[in-house]
C-alpha cells in the first residue's frame, strides 16, 4: 500500500487548508484500516488530526475538531483533510497514514 499525500504547500491565515492522500495498492474500504492523519510542527512531536474508517466513519482530535473535516471518495481511493481558520501554529509537516503504511509527508506553511 502506498499513501501520497499532496497539498498547497504555503496557505495564508484564517484560509482554509485541503489536503489529499491519495492511496495505492489497497482500498480504502478494506476492513479494519483507519486512515489518519497526523502532523508534526517544527521542532515538535507529532500529533495525531483525526481518522476516517474502512468504514466511513470518522474521529477527529478533540482540540481541533472544531476546525477539521475529514471525508473520502471511494470511486477515486482518496482521503481528504480540511482545516479551517489557518493560524501560523499550524505550520507543520502532514501526514497521511494506515496501519504500518505512512505518506512522505507534505509541508504546510501558514504565513502572510
Known amino acids: 500500500v502506498q499513501l501520497q499525500e499532496s497539498g498547497p504547500g504555503l496557505v495564508k491565515p484564517s484560509q482554509t487548508l485541503s489536503l489529499i492522500c491519495t492511496v495505492s495498492?489497497?482500498?480504502?474500504?478494506?476492513?479494519?484500516?483507519?486512515w489518519t492523519w497526523i502532523r508534526q510542527p517544527p521542532g515538535k512531536g507529532l500529533e495525531w488530526i483525526g481518522y476516517?474508517?474502512?468504514?466511513?466513519?470518522?474521529t477527529n482530535n478533540p482540540s481541533l475538531k472544531s476546525r477539521t473535516s475529514i471525508s473520502r471518495d471511494n470511486a477515486k481511493n482518496t482521503v481528504y483533510l480540511q482545516m479551517s481558520s489557518l493560524e501560523p501554529e499550524d505550520t507543520a509537516v502532514y501526514y497521511c497514514?494506515?496501519?504500518?503504511?505512512w505518506g512522505q509527508g507534505t509541508q504546510v506553511t501558514v504565513s502572510s
Open positions: 497514514q494506515a496501519s504500518t503504511y
Open positions: 495498492g489497497g482500498s480504502i474500504t478494506t476492513k479494519d484500516y483507519y
Open positions: 476516517i474508517a474502512y468504514s466511513g466513519s470518522t
